[in-house]
């Protein structure tokens, strides 16, 4: 089940809030809980095991560390074999054929691995009991002894298939005890309603020409082909993940939570450092706080600095799948946050705005080859093309109906990656207040409306971070 579905919308949603809000509040985790493993088992119904066990296996290694702490020894012992158990589920089944198949190659053997459908959210709820269990170890938080509060923690149906991925000391006082108002509703069914049309009507519609592009042979694209298929898959992957993400958080707040915010205008950033700040946020925080910080950071010189940024890039890419072109794609924007740390970004501070900003952008484009094609010999042809290495054409007929037919929408998604949108609507509010009380609401009627019009009739509705 995804947010973006009618399902979701008009039956799931509106019958866990009316359950949610009729029940005493000691036993609204319960009810969350019980609500997310429908969630999780509507599309998963065998692996919501692994999850239900990730989730027991971390609870009852959290209380024993905790028991232990002045028995350092023991709670060691609690904390590898977490660790090791976490890593061991999540490396079985996202990366065990990856292996096999790279031992096979190098060894010419024929091992034969079970081709195992990877289940859905298990990078982001692994991370999550991962980072639990090492903020008990190092005495950050107090261990959960409620299976419920602490089961409703990791399977939260709002953030549990695609993040923000949420640590377990930002929401331990709100899982104790929270309160909703009116307005606080209010917002997060605004920040869902954004989320949805983002996914919906952005996403879904420029998603089609980027389909179009890459269903061509390569050998059969122009220039102008190849830089209009990749910059509507920029723009995707953008609107799909931060409206996904917009609708969790959303989804939050109406249960009265607050998630971070994982997405701030990336696309805006003059250099990768600060691309990668505004990017994936969750991810990001994560990384630093449980692998770079750990490795040493910043604190032993350049040289084991720039070590570990190559580690926390390299896992990066593997995060996100089981595939070589993914660790390319680590390293290649670790190169860039390595060269901007060394000099680079002193060398940026003398140019103008825009120049810093298209420098990223094109580094950024660039990276989104390498993320999407599943086979680094394609990305390799697909780059030559957009340079126009091999003497293709720089626009054929496809290409400028392509322009034309998309011209609009790509002018309204360029608007939309700013801040503008929401600086016009809060200065409309601001100025014109009686206005802004009609007119808002309305706006979000009309979201609503297009977006399930859309759905009614929709063939096309990927949501691409299922695959991570």
């Known amino acids: 089940m995804v947010f973006s579905s ?4 008009f039956l799931f949603l509106p019958v866990t809030l009316l359950l ?3 029940s005493p509040r000691k036993l ?4 969350l809980l019980v609500a997310s493993l429908i969630f999780y088992a509507w599309g998963e119904p065998v692996y919501i095991v692994i999850m239900v066990f990730s989730t027991v296996f971390d609870y009852f290694n959290g209380i024993m560390i905790d028991k232990y702490r002045h028995r350092k020894a ?3 012992l609690f904390f590898f074999g977490s660790m090791a158990g976490s890593l061991g589920i999540l490396g079985f089944f996202k990366y065990g054929g990856f292996v096999i198949d790279n031992i096979n190659q190098l060894f010419h053997l ?3 691995m079970a081709d195992l459908p990877l289940p859905v959210g298990i990078s982001f709820y692994t991370f999550q009991t991962m980072s639990y269990v090492v903020d008990v170890y190092l005495g950050k938080v107090r261990a959960q002894r409620n299976i419920i509060t602490f089961g409703t923690y990791v399977a939260m149906f709002p953030q549990l298939v695609a993040g923000p991925i949420v640590k377990y000391g930002d929401i331990a006082s709100q899982l104790a005890s929270r309160r909703v108002t009116l307005d606080r509703f209010g917002e997060g069914a605004e920040l869902f309603i954004r989320g949805l049309a983002k996914k919906v009507l952005l996403a879904n519609n420029i998603g089609l020409l980027w389909t179009s592009v890459k269903a061509q042979p390569v050998t059969e694209l122009s220039v102008l082909s190849a830089w209009l298929g990749i910059i509507a898959f920029t723009l995707q992957i953008y609107f799909d993940f931060s409206g996904y993400s917009d609708m969790a958080r959303g989804l939050g707040k109406m249960f009265g939570f607050d998630f971070m915010q994982n997405f701030r205008y990336p696309y805006i950033s003059r250099s990768v450092t600060e691309f990668w700040r505004r990017w994936h946020i969750s991810l990001g925080t994560w990384f630093r706080e449980y692998v770079y910080i750990p490795l040493g950071g910043n604190r032993y010189g350049m040289i084991k600095q720039l070590r570990n940024v190559l580690a926390v890039w390299f896992l990066t890419g593997l ?4 595939s070589w072109n993914f660790i390319v794609w680590g390293l290649y924007f670790g190169f860039f946050v390595m060269i901007e740390k060394l000099f680079l970004l002193r060398w940026l501070e003398r140019l103008p705005a825009f120049a810093r900003h298209m420098y990223t952008l094109l580094v950024v484009i660039i990276g989104w080859v390498l993320f999407e094609m599943e086979q680094l010999a394609s990305a390799w042809r697909f780059i030559g093309v957009m340079f126009g290495f091999g003497g293709y054409v720089f626009a054929d007929r496809q290409a400028l109906y392509d322009l034309s037919a998309n011209a609009v929408l790509l002018i309204v998604l360029a608007f939309c990656v ?3 949108p929401g600086k016009a609507l809060t ?5 014109w207040r009686t206005a802004g009380v009609i007119v808002t609401p309305l706006v979000y009627v009309l979201f609503m409306v297009l977006s399930t019009a859309y759905l009614v009739d929709a063939t096309y509705n990927p949501f691409l971070y299922f695959r991570f």
């Open 427 to 431: 200065h409309m509010k601001q100025r």
């Open 418 to 420: 700013t801040p503008l």
């Open 110 to 112: 024929q091992i034969q």
């Open 319 to 322: 995060w996100h799948g089981a």
């Open 28 to 31: 609204r985790n319960a009810i």
């Open 74 to 76: 023991i709670a060691r």
């Open 6 to 9: 009618l399902v979701f919308l």
């Open 20 to 22: 949610y809000y009729v």
